[in-house]
């Protein structure tokens, strides 16, 4: 299918955006011209977003009649060779699963966004990051990694919205784009890039058998011997994207005694902890992981055998991300955590308040 | 434009900054003898909505009638019975802040019941979101909303702003763009609103400026007050989680 040219979009001055609108309009801006889902809180006006803009830019937007379907419909435009996108959140996001293992299996590339809420089960829909383990220790089935970007503000949002195309086509992989709601919420100005065209589809891409050998995508390999040479294919492919793709920001970590690990919004609360307690003299740094998968585990391993005599992990959530950080650091120094549950924000000088109990007495 | 009628309703796109202007106007209006009600009618946000202000707004005169209970987190088309009775039936005056774009259905369920005489809707406009941008998109969208809600739009709520990056050259830009909307609508500019802190850097206005007092913020950034409206506030869980 033909998409149709569409007129030069520039790129933009300074708007103010959403972001969850921000990951749509980024989106588009990226090439992707087809996206699937179903409305949920808190994610809904990126849904609500693409079915106005994506006809713009002779695209298509269609809500699927479920999120089961979403995820399929993505495969199939997957398999064709276009680039394409769903989202939800936290429920929603687990209804997904069968197929995003389908798409590693089938090694199709898909940007996949999850604005977490409160859980388990419908939980609420305030802001939440406890779904961490589900994204990143692989929420379906079978042995498989995704790279799982982490903005921490809208600008964000859409810098690794297009990134996640751009990493999806390289490694024949899905990307997740994992906000929570607080950051699908809130508005911040953004600049986007100029338009790209949809790009044409990939020489493996299922674009009809006329007049060359036919193409196979499957994810189905009876015997042993073919399905272990497949893992071995993508266990090497999932190496590569670990030895390539971390990406971490590190703000005052250079001689830090206490350093704080808190990725997207957490981080936001965290970094304005941690200039508090600059402010009194305290020794703190950040280090904010902008990949959760793969884990920006070697810059916290310098750290722990550098000047950072403990971690603090801050979350929402009961503590998913400690157990990377924990593994990371090995013993070498403390990991403590803290973190709010159930949609409950953590202020600045809550946070604040740990770091000073961690760095009581004679911890400075 | 002389004495404003009782009830005002804030209608506008998603994100114009409906809910920071009726904070702002309530509070105005809780310089009068009768103590104002803010009807926070919003069921489209999930949060960052005049609920979440509503311990400060008490505390500086002003009524916020919203669900109640758990009801007020979440995002379920409910009218409080207090609201309607605020909307229809009191002498205090009201502001009524309600949900973007589709959430304007709430003031067209009620529309046969709210006396012309007594209210006025007001579109708040901020040229910097993206559909939102340009007099003849905003003038649409005006007559969209307009039909939905089954009211006329009387005046508009000129709110140019980029957040945290606005320059006053901003708001005086913006501002053309809303005042050029207006002339096609054949209506006022109500009011020009502007952060507070730039009030005094932008000059004068062809209409009446209403500073703004940030409330909506992130946990991150300061508040109007010691507490962040909306992520601090008692009953959203009794402390953190610790282990170590």
Redesign the interface.
Known sequence: MAIAATQAEPATEALLYKGNEALGEAAVRAGCRFFFGYPITPQSELPAYMARRLPEVGGVYLQAESEVAAINMVLGASAAGVRVMTSSSGPGFSLKQEGISYLVGCELPAVLVNIMRGGPGLGNILPSQADYFQATKGGGHGDYRLIVLAPAGVQELADLTGLAFDLADVYRNPVIVLGDGLLGQMMEPVRFPALRPAPDPPDWALTGARGRPRRLITSIHLAAEALEAHNQRLQAKFARMAERETRWEAVETEGARLVVVAYGTASRIARAAVELAREEGLPVGLLRPITLWPFPAKPLAELAGGDAARFLAVELSAGQMVEDVRLAVAGRAPVEFYGRMGGAVPTPREILEVIRRQLGGDGR | MGVPPRVTILLGH??SGKTEVAISLARRLARGNVRPCLVDLDFI????RSRDAAAWLEREGVDVIAPAGPLA???LPTIPGPALRALLSVDAPVVADVGGDEGARVIGSLATRLRPSDTRALLVV?P????T?EAKTVAGYARWVAAVARVDVAGLVANP?????TEPEHVRNGFRVVAETARALGVPVAYAAVRQDLVGGIGSLPAEVLPLRLAMR????PGPNA??PG??TPG??RG?????
């Open positions: 998603f994100g946000t999930p949060f960052f987190e979440s995002d901020n910097f979101r993206p559909s941008r702003h980029l957040g945290p990056a992130a946990p991150w950034e507490r962040s992520f601090d959203r869980g953190g989680f610790w282990h170590g």
